[in-house]
C-alpha cells in the first residue's frame, strides 16, 4: 500500500500532541548528564584509571604509539568521535526523522557511551592489541571517554546545522587528513576489529 500524506489537520493534531508533550530542555540535560555519570562509573568500576597513570593531565597527546595514548583529554582518535557524531544523527534522522532533535542527540549520546563502555572490556582491548596498531592499548582513562562522548556531541551538533554536503564533506576530510596523518582512522579502525588486513597491518606499522 502506497504511503499517504497526512492531512493538514493530521498534521496540526500531531503537532499539538508534541507541543503539549514536549521534553523541557532540563531534562534532557539531566539525562545527559546522568548519561556520562553512569560512564565514569561503569569504567572505574571495569579497572579503568581516572586519567594518566603518568600523574598529569595534558589537553592534545598526539603520539598514537604510546602508552599516554588515549589517557589525556583529546587526542587524534577524538576527530573519529566527531564523525562518529555525524554517522548518529544520519541514522538516527533515517530511524525517526519527525522525532525531536534533543531526543536524537540523547540516544546518540546513549549510543556513544554504550560503545565507550564496551570498547574497555578486555575482549576489546585485546583485540585492538592484536589486530591493530595499538600495541600499547590498556583502555582509555575515563576522562578520555567522557571527551569522546563530548566529542559525539559535537559532531551531531554540527550535522544537526550545516547543510548534509558540508557534514559529507568534513568527514571525509577528517578521516583522509587524520589517516594520512597517523595512518589510522575509524574507517580503518572499523575494519581491523572486524577482519583485520595483515597489509594493512604491516602498513600501520612501517610508520
Not at 52 to 67: A, F, M, R, T
Not at 77 to 84: A, G, K
Request: glycine letters at 6%; one cysteine or more.
Amino acid at each position: 500500500m502506497a504511503d499517504r500524506t497526512p492531512s493538514r489537520s493530521e498534521e496540526d493534531f500531531q503537532r499539538a500532541w508534541l507541543q503539549r508533550n514536549r521534553i523541557p530542555l532540563w531534562a534532557y540535560v539531566l539525562i545527559g548528564a546522568g548519561l556520562l555519570a553512569l560512564l565514569a562509573v561503569a569504567l572505574l568500576i571495569m579497572g579503568r584509571v581516572p586519567w594518566c597513570k603518568c600523574g598529569y593531565i595534558k589537553l592534545w597527546h598526539g603520539v598514537v604509539k604510546s602508552s599516554e595514548n588515549s589517557q589525556h583529554l583529546i587526542d587524534w582518535y577524538t576527530f573519529s568521535h566527531i564523525v562518529h557524531g555525524f554517522a548518529f544523527y544520519l541514522a538516527l534522522w533515517l530511524i525517526g526523522p519527525r522525532w525531536p532533535v534533543r531526543l536524537r542527540l540523547v540516544l546518540a549520546l546513549a549510543l556513544e557511551v554504550s560503545w565507550e563502555i564496551f570498547e574497555n572490556t578486555a575482549f576489546v582491548i585485546e583485540r585492538y592489541r592484536a589486530a591493530t596498531i595499538a600495541l600499547d592499548y590498556y583502555g582509555d582513562s575515563v576522562i578520555n571517554s567522557e571527551m569522546d562522548v563530548l566529542a559525539t556531541l559535537l559532531g551531531f551538533v554540527l550535522a544537526a546545522r550545516l547543510p548534509v554536503w558540508a557534514t559529507v564533506a568534513l568527514g571525509i576530510a577528517l578521516e583522509v587528513w587524520v589517516g594520512y596523518v597517523i595512518r589510522d582512522n575509524l574507517t580503518l579502525n572499523i575494519i581491523m576489529l572486524i577482519y583485520p588486513f595483515e597489509v594493512i597491518k604491516n602498513w600501520q606499522l612501517a610508520a
